[in-house]
Nanobody, 120 residues
Framework: QVQLVESGGGLVQAGGSLGLSCAAS????????MGWFRQAPGKQRELVAT???????AYADSVKGRFTISRDNAKNTVNLQMNSLKPEDTSLYYC??????????????WGQGTQVTVSS
């Protein structure tokens, strides 16, 4: 059974920074894709950033240049460093692990989420 546990959310003022971490336990297939999603109340879930086992990254346009995703394959962790935060970044952030077999990533495992609130 794979379990993902996020940490690091909280309250920060606009322009500030926060770092999120996600630790995966259990038998995780490789290669895989690890990612961060977010969902605000009344809005659709949004893919924020992804990183492959080989370190290739991708970002939503709304966070490019401000967020950085990284991972430690030995520790099965994925991190999201968020800088220059804006009130519109306020959301529940989830980490996920999936597999890419040539088409869209199939996201198989999800964390419970950690709240990020950015005050103006």
């Amino acid at each position: 059974q794979v379990q993902l546990v996020e940490s690091g959310g909280g309250l920060v003022q606009a322009g500030g920074s926060l770092g999120l971490s996600c630790a995966a336990s259990g038998s995780i297939f490789r290669p895989n894709v690890m990612g961060w999603f977010r969902q605000a109340p009344g809005k659709q879930r949004e893919l924020v950033a992804t990183i492959t086992s080989g370190g290739n990254t991708a970002y939503a346009d709304s966070v490019k240049g401000r967020f950085t995703i990284s991972r430690d394959n030995a520790k099965n962790t994925v991190n999201l460093q968020m800088n220059s935060l804006k009130p519109e970044d306020t959301s529940l952030y989830y980490c996920a692990v999936g597999v890419n077999r040539g088409g869209p990533v199939r996201w198989d495992y999800w964390g419970q989420g950690t709240q990020v609130t950015v005050s103006s």
